[in-house]
T-cell receptor, first 113, second 111 residues
């Protein structure tokens, strides 16, 4: 049973470009969470999705960031017009239920030049 | 707003020592608390999950305790090994399933 998969593992973008981060949850998991870890800071919650629905996006920046979890395929975290401050590690986690253990992927490290 | 604090920020011990990592949180209305391990360049590994109704959980050389009323949790590591060197993160889950993380404790176990 493969764990949570994220790709790419490393992503380099220039300011103004778009970044797309993908997360494939563990088999049987329909709940996905995105977290961001800025340099020298702890992990911070961004958004919680359950197939085709955004349940909680209280941690998402108001502009440029969006997330989706379609019926088929991975969850996507999309960052438009990236800025240097977006450089961070983005972690995805999945669970089988709202209060169940979250299993984390290896993360995507985004570097904005 | 929930705030999670971990002390110390970094810890270095000789191999074989028992050690305690501390985590405190400001809002006791939590569903559960997890301790994670993060190795450089890798994702998080969940070590122990304590439900709000529980007082402690044990796994091998690890023991985690939870005192909701005082807003504290400790992670006890017995007979530390160099392979235990990593960053340890504490996280609390709240009513909306948001998970709040501490900044972590960077542990180094010297051979």
């Amino acid at each position: 049973n493969a764990g949570v998969m994220q790709n790419p593992r490393h992503l380099v973008r220039r300011r103004g470009q778009e970044a797309r981060l993908r997360c494939s949850p563990m088999k049987g998991h329909s709940h996905v969470y995105w977290y961001r870890q800025l340099p020298e800071e702890g992990l911070k919650f961004m958004v919680y999705l359950q197939k085709e629905n955004i349940i909680d996006e209280s941690g998402m920046p108001k502009e440029r960031f969006s997330a989706e979890f379609p019926k088929e395929g991975p969850s996507i975290l999309r960052i438009q017009q990236v800025v240097r401050g977006d450089s961070a590690a983005y972690f995805c986690a999945s669970s089988s239920g709202q209060k169940e253990t979250q299993y984390f992927g290896p993360g995507t490290r985004l570097l904005v030049l | 707003k929930q705030e999670v604090t971990q002390i110390p920020a970094a810890l270095s011990v000789p191999e074989g020592e028992n050690l305690v990592l501390n985590c405190s949180f400001t809002d006791s209305a939590i569903y559960n608390l997890q301790w994670f391990r993060q190795d450089p360049g890798k994702g998080l590994t969940s070590l122990l999950l304590i439900q709000s109704s529980q007082r402690e959980q044990t796994s091998g050389r690890l023991n985690a305790s939870l005192d909701k009323s005082s807003g504290r949790s400790t992670l006890y590591i017995a007979a530390s090994q160099p392979g235990d060197s990593a960053t340890y993160l504490c996280a609390v889950s709240e009513r909306n399933n948001d998970m709040r993380f501490g900044a972590g404790t960077r542990l180094t176990v010297k051979p």
